[in-house]
């Protein structure tokens, strides 16, 4: 990996970063529950996690534990969302309105987290021009106005294999600096764009892993 | 984690059986191009990985080097298939035929690599009792006879949050050995089940954490 010198940050690795997020959603239930504080033990028990790595993935970030009382849950859990950017909201880009597209689009879990779906960009002449749950479906050539009037940073990939690489340097030409990748194929940004690809048959690779391995 | 005593396998990262999908893809990209060998050194320049971690998930699982030669391309593939399962085909259950559902079923990532839906579960008379794309929709009733029949072992969860847990609750009932969960909740399998919940947010997540940090 290359260095990427505007970005303020030690090398962190990119597991602790996804950690972070489990812990973050482990605070929240903690502090559903109503739990004031926790040690890295109990928060390792109750979540089944590796209390030297949480002790570790929080170190790179500050001291978070207060001696003989732990973390307190809702101080913690802020912190962490301060780090992973949740502290506020982030319109985003959805490019591609197909089945995945629209899928993504009523995902409950992004708008939970601060992630707003604020434009879609599809192509299909069917469906630019519509709008759904008040966000305009618009054609790509409207990607670098839009962009810059509503600040979109962020943006999610859902267009067939063939098209992503050509629509993600539209993406790239027109600002925005993340891309999460749902097309079921390997696209190239520049250095200045973070991209991270989701191949949902990962998972289930790590399922039958264990079925092919389990004593049938 | 509780031990899973029927499972023959040591302890082994669940991140190391993430990361053997990841190499197969590559062993495959190298296959397509025609490279017969390359070191683990190579492998990891050419695909952004680490050498050290490359040879230390393998050795999990046996000796795939040849002094001087490296890894041959094929030949590490289809080991590393046989291991994650890939070698054979797995008729996988959809539960929850809404937006996710449907474009779960239609995502191609999954066929390719094995995992084919061969039914639908969804309880609304509306998509009961028809079929898609060859693959019968059918009420969850259903599911105990179908997994039966049809020696199915994976099961992906695709319904809102409020019905998840009882959804699999009836899967584990019918026999399902492995549950993929799309739903935006957390869910109890009992010991016997492998169970992997896909939060789609935390992907968000790590791009935002940079976005947070970077200067700007």
């Not at 992973?84 to 939970?112: Q, T």
């Not at 002449?125 to 670098?144: E, H, Q, T, Y």
């Given at each position: 990996m290359t260095a990427r010198s505007h970005f303020k940050i030690p090398k962190i690795p990119e597991m602790t970063i996804r950690r972070l997020s489990v812990y973050t959603r482990c605070l929240l239930q903690l502090e559903e529950d109503g739990v004031k504080t926790i040690s890295s033990q109990e928060l390792a028990e109750r979540f089944s996690l590796n209390s030297a790595q949480v002790r570790k993935d929080l170190a790179y970030f500050g001291e978070f534990g207060v001696r003989g009382i732990g973390y307190y849950v809702s101080g913690l859990k802020a912190e962490l969302q301060k780090i992973?950017?949740?502290?506020?909201?982030?319109?985003?880009?959805?490019?591609?309105?197909?089945?995945?597209?629209?899928?993504?689009?009523?995902?409950?879990?992004?708008?939970?987290?601060?992630?707003?779906?604020?434009?879609?960009?599809?192509?299909?002449?069917?469906?630019?021009?519509?709008?759904?749950?008040?966000?305009?479906?618009?054609?790509?050539?409207?990607?670098?106005?839009?962009?810059?009037?509503?600040?979109?940073?962020?943006?999610i990939v859902a267009v067939p294999a063939e098209s992503a690489q050509s629509v993600t340097e539209k993406l790239v030409a027109a600002g925005i600096k993340a891309i999460l990748n749902f097309a079921p194929t390997r696209i190239k940004t520049g250095r200045d764009v973070r991209l991270k690809n989701v191949d949902l048959s990962i998972e289930l690779e790590s399922l039958s892993f264990y079925l092919a391995q389990g004593g049938r």
């Open positions: 992973l950017g949740l502290d506020r909201e982030w319109p985003v880009a959805l490019v591609g309105f197909g089945n995945l597209g629209s899928a993504l689009f009523h995902y409950k879990g992004f708008a939970r987290q601060g992630f707003r779906i604020a434009v879609v960009f599809d192509d299909d002449p069917a469906k630019a021009g519509r709008s759904v749950d008040g966000a305009p479906i618009l054609p790509l050539r409207d990607l670098p106005r839009e962009s810059k009037a509503r600040n979109l940073q962020i943006a």
